[in-house]
Structures are given as C-alpha cells and as structure tokens.
C-alpha cells in the first residue's frame, strides 16, 4: 500500500504547485529566427525573418548579429542563410541517422544469414568501416592492424579498391604500401593490382587469413553514385564452406534493400 507521504506528493494540489521549467527567452526568440530561416532556401531579410517569428525587428537585429557572429547564420547580398555552424549539426544528425538505418539492416542480416555483417565505404581517401553487427554467438574479426592502412590485405578494403578508377587505385597505394601481415596476404602491390583487375562487376570479393589468422572473408561490392562502399562478412576458416553460399544470400538480400542502403549511402 502507498504511504501518504506518496499519495500527497502524486495529487493534483501538489501538480498545481510544482515549479514550472526555466525557460531561457533569448534561446526561445533565437530558435524561432533559426526556423524561419529554415523556411526559405534562398535567405531572407531581417524584416521579414522578425515578422515570420513575430519579434520586434531590434531584438530580431540583434540575435541576428549574435548568430551571425557565432556562425550559425551568414549575410549574403542583404538576406540571412544558414551558415558554417548550422550545416555541421544538420551533416552530423544526416550522419546519425545514416547509421541507424544501415545498422537496422545489418543486425537483420546478421541474424537471417548467422554471420557477422560489416558496413564500409571509401570516403576522403581512406577506408572507413562505419558499422560492424555481431553477437556473442557470431563474433566479427578483431580489427588487430589498423582497417585503413592494410585495405590490401582484408576483403573490405580490397572490394573498395576494386571499385575506384586506376589513379585513385595507385593514390590509394602509393599512401599505404603493401605488406605481408600474415603468411596469406599478397605480398607486392603488382600482384594486388593483377588481382584486383580480375574482379568481375559485382561480384564478391575473397580472402583467406589474409588479414587475420583463422578467419575467411567475403565483400560485396555496393553501388550508390559515385561513393565506392561494402558490405561484408565472415566466417571462422574451419566454416570456410559457407563463405560463398553465404555471401550469395547476403548480395541477394542486398538486391532487395538497394534503394535503402543507396540513401543511407547517400545522406
């Protein structure tokens, strides 16, 4: 049974008198001028800014000024837009919600096919894995070498350098030479370049402890624009015989998400 301590403070006279929240009213006026710039892609002035957010044109002047200053808005030819400060946050949220729509589909393929998914695109030069699924049933392979710097020893990085054009390929190399990590792992970038030039449209990429000892790989190529990106998986060597089955079911499975992964991609 509650005490009446309880019963008092859940009534409706102790509601009544609860302290209402603390409201800061610049922030409230300065997010309301932020809106209304949204609303026009082209800017517009301060005149019609303060009227849209329904403030007196000196108070809208000045938090104009302060956003301004602050680089969340810019003055071009006489109307505000967004500026430098306001794009970074929209890019992050645009990037936030990327990832929880990729992740959603990995940790549904993770489960369907029974492997660890990997999610990975080449972006400013490099490979970055944006996004791993795995569970403690199926473990995904510890990244031991850093990812960016031995792309030409795992499927992942193979399957984007796959993807670019022969400069972009040579840059690519020129930057992170190739090495042996393991005993399996191409050797000289000659031999890489033969091979990458080999791999067919679409089709998935293979290693075998090229990059970690005990652990077979395969990579599909995504298309998504211009953007090179992946989608993985892998498997325990003595599971070997269920790589390819495997990442034929994966690429049949990406078929029917393309247009998902192709906007997450994209954002």
Known sequence: MASAD??????PAASATAPA???IGSVQRA???LEAVAAHAGGAPAKQLAREAGLPLPTAYHLLRTLTHEGYLRREKGVFVFGD???RLASSGAKEKRRSMIGEVMEHWRDVIGVPTYFAVYRDGEVEVEAVADSPGVRAVEEWADFRQTAHAHAIGQCLLSQLDDDARRDHLARHRVHPITPYTVRDER????????VGRMQPVVERQEYALGQVC??????AGSTAA???ISLPAHQAARLLPAARQLQAEIG???????FSISL
């Open 21 to 23: 929240p603390t409201l």
């Open 31 to 33: 997010m309301r001028l």
């Open 191 to 198: 031999t890489l370049l033969r091979r990458l030039a080999a």
């Open 85 to 87: 400060a306001a794009e």
């Open 6 to 11: 309880s019963v008092t403070a859940s009534s």
């Open 230 to 232: 992946t989608m993985a």
């Open 256 to 262: 029917r998400k393309l247009g998902t992964l192709a």
């Open 218 to 223: 395969a990579a599909i190529p995504i298309t």
